[in-house]
């Protein structure tokens, strides 16, 4: 705090203006990047127009699918009424109907069987029309996951959660021979298509999820990082994630991975989705010197909550780039699952 009160502060006239030196340098002291004029500002990974480019890239090759005499189809399960799972759901239909791709919607209610399932899943298997089957998750408590994910045709594991192709990922299979989960893709994407290298760099994967942590891990090993994956029992973690060229946060908690916490310099990838709706958490992620404070704000009033990762949103300043929330990560996932689906018509078909 000392620092702070340097004698040329205390020097000045009037009290006002010590106050507001003051708060300047409270502010520098938080988000030195923002108060200097010489500081290279972040790169914003965008998500959303990588995303277009990919749809665009499986738009046109449904319509090579289409003149070759078969529509992609991709039939989604989607298990009772989780308002999260919902919203995801209906965007992967919709991105479906944009793309030319045949979809269809399965709603069981919450009661539905893990017997009653295996029948929809069989069923999906021995369809030809259709190359792509996703379960939305998470299922209901009663309902025996595991077994579903392992009766999904690998063919048709557009989700790329069947063991089949989770083993295919570790060992290193061509990509061109396996589905791999669609977020993980969906961010070797983002640092593929913005040119980040891999290769030797240190990668530091927080979260050992079997969707993003694992799949990720792999990917990044198979694409020639150093790779360390951390967790909820992980020593030192900080000092960890300090050594990361590029940082993967996936652990599901708003603003974890705090500035001190990243390498200057370092990628950010933020996987985190996380609502926030109290006003205290607001004002602590989005303070008045924050560049986004006027918009989360806004937002803010208007819906009730803002969205955010699992990333501190000041750490992103210390970062030479980053993917941002929301607007990243996220719009990569649907854009996935339709490069997959159009993979699992062409693959299954010899094409
Ligand atoms: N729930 C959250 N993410 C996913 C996903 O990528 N696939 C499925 N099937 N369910 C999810």
Do not use: W
Not at 42 to 55: F, H, P, S
Not at 208 to 226: D, E, Q, W, Y
Not at 272 to 277: A, E, P, Y
Not at 322 to 349: D, Q, W
């Amino acid at each position: 705090m000392c620092a702070f009160f340097t004698t040329s502060l205390l020097r000045r006239k009037s009290p006002v203006a010590r106050v507001l030196a003051l708060c300047a340098r409270l502010r520098s002291a938080r988000y030195p990047e923002y108060m200097s004029s010489t500081a290279v500002a972040a790169r914003v990974l965008d998500g959303v127009q990588i995303a277009a480019e990919i749809k665009n890239e499986v738009a046109a090759g449904v319509q090579q699918a289409k003149a070759a005499g078969y529509t992609p189809g991709l039939a989604v399960i989607l298990v009772g009424n989780v308002a999260a799972s919902e919203i995801y759901v209906r965007s992967k239909v919709k991105t479906c109907a944009e793309l030319g791709i045949h979809s269809e919607l399965h709603t069981p209610p919450e009661s539905v069987s893990t017997e009653e399932l295996l029948k929809l899943v069989q069923q999906l298997n021995a369809r030809d029309e259709i190359d792509g089957i996703l379960i939305q998750l998470p299922l209901p408590k009663h309902v025996d996951t595991e077994l579903l994910l392992e009766a999904v045709d690998p063919r048709k594991d557009v989700d790329g959660f069947h063991p089949i192709n989770a083993g295919r990922l570790l060992s290193g299979a061509p990509d061109d021979q396996l589905l791999a989960p669609c977020t993980p893709a969906g961010i070797l994407e983002v640092l593929k298509r913005s040119g980040i290298p891999t290769a030797g760099a240190n990668a530091v994967v927080l979260g050992r999820s079997n969707i993003v942590g694992k799949p990720v891990a792999a990917m990044l090993i198979n694409a020639s990082a150093t790779v360390t994956v951390c967790h909820s029992r992980t020593r030192n973690l900080p000092e960890i994630t300090r050594e990361a060229d590029i940082l993967v946060a996936a652990i599901g908690r708003a603003g974890f991975v705090h500035r001190d916490m990243v390498k200057p310099g370092a990628v950010i990838i933020d996987v985190g989705i996380n609502r926030v709706t109290g006003e205290a958490e607001l004002a602590q992620f989005f303070p008045p010197e924050h560049p986004e404070h006027t918009k989360r704000h806004e937002t803010f009033a208007r819906r009730g909550s803002t969205v955010i990762g699992d990333v501190d949103p000041s750490a992103f300043a210390v970062s030479s780039a980053y993917t941002p929330v929301p607007g990243g990560v996220g719009a990569l996932t649907i854009a996935m699952l339709m490069s997959n689906t159009l993979k699992a018509a062409k693959m299954r078909r010899g094409k």
